[in-house]
């Protein structure tokens, strides 16, 4: 097998490199030591970074995007990453979750939410799943009904009402747009009675609680997510009603953005350990050793 880069693929690691160390590096430190996970985050560096292709790198090539392969995306995101794990981070929701536009979405939802989002340096992405009491469970769904996310969509003519709470979701309280799954048949078993939606930051009844603080990611804003009877336009709704989403989770095809997500956290360890030894041998080839005299 021939693992040469493309230069393609190469070009992009190197910008990754050059923007990771001129412009990243500099400031992770300081975003780390503030106090506030809300006040970490820093709008320039998205910008920034946005300019350069990094938030739409996984956006289709027909539709305006740079439409990279998962190699790339993988070799975009270890470089990043060795300056700040929690700044990678940030971009790749937008890789998965503009991914699944493209995928997933009718062509009119992607006419409504791919543009914007190409033109727009700070329209961020994100995708609730994980509720207070629901986690792992989603992933491996048992047949039991009462299992998995609780949060409870219900029809109403042309619209949904949605009620319930979303907790850990990135980029919440920074991202203009969100995948949400929601249980729309509360008594069939997760896999058979969950709709995923398109929910905007400005939807009526949806608004973000606190931020959580974290160890290392500290840029990255995990935040809790508040429905009280937030209307979504049956219009938003990706895929048929009951199933969606856990079929797009489970089809292995890239529509779901989750085969990336695995790939996604080992390239950005990667970055993180790859960053460490460097800077563990810089210290042994430089550190002078002084034996005190008694
Ligand atoms: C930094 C960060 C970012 C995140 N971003 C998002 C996001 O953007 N969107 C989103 O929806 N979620 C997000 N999450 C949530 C994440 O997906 C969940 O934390 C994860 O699914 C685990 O769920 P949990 O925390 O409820 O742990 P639990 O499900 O309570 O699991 C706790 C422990 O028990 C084990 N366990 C659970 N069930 C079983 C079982 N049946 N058998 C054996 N062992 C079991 C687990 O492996 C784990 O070790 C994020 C979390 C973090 C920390």
Redesign the pocket.
């Known amino acids: 097998m021939d693992f040469t880069l493309s230069n393609e693929q190469r070009s992009w690691q190197m910008t990754a490199r050059k923007f990771a160390e001129e412009e990243i590096r500099p400031i992770s430190l300081e975003r780390d030591e503030i106090a506030d996970p809300r006040e970490t985050f820093d709008w320039e560096i998205i910008k920034k970074g946005s300019k350069l292709g990094f938030r739409t790198l996984a956006v289709p090539k027909e539709w305006g995007g740079h439409g990279t392969d998962f190699v790339t995306q993988a070799l975009v995101m270890a470089e990043l990453a060795k300056a700040d794990s929690a700044i990678s981070?940030t971009f790749s929701?937008c890789w998965k979750w503009s991914h699944l536009i493209a995928a997933a979405c009718s062509e009119e939802q992607k006419r409504r939410f791919l543009k914007p989002f190409l033109e727009d340096d700070t329209f961020l992405l994100?995708?609730?799943?994980?509720e207070p009491?629901?986690?792992?469970?989603?992933?491996?769904p048992p047949d039991d009904p009462k299992a998995g996310l609780k949060l409870r969509a219900e029809r109403h003519g042309d619209e949904w009402i949605l009620n319930g709470e979303?907790?850990?979701?990135?980029?919440?309280s920074v991202g203009k747009l969100f995948f949400i799954?929601a249980r729309t048949d509360p008594n069939a078993p997760l896999r058979q009675g969950t709709t995923m939606f398109l929910v905007p930051r400005d939807t009526p009844g949806f608004r973000i609680g606190k931020v959580?603080n974290?160890d290392g990611?500290r840029f990255?804003q995990?935040g809790e997510m508040i429905f009280e009877n937030a209307r979504v336009p049956h219009a938003n709704v990706v895929g048929p009603v009951n199933g969606s989403d856990m079929k797009t989770q489970q089809a292995g095809d890239r529509t779901g953005g989750d085969l990336f997500g695995d790939l996604e956290l080992a390239a950005n360890a990667l970055g993180v350990c790859d960053d460490a030894c460097g800077m563990a041998l810089t210290l042994a080839r430089t550190k002078k050793q002084s034996c005190a005299r008694s």
């Open positions: 981070k929701q994100g995708k609730g799943i994980s009491s629901a986690g792992s469970d989603n992933r491996l979303k907790c850990f979701i990135a980029n919440a799954d959580f974290k990611w990255y995990n």
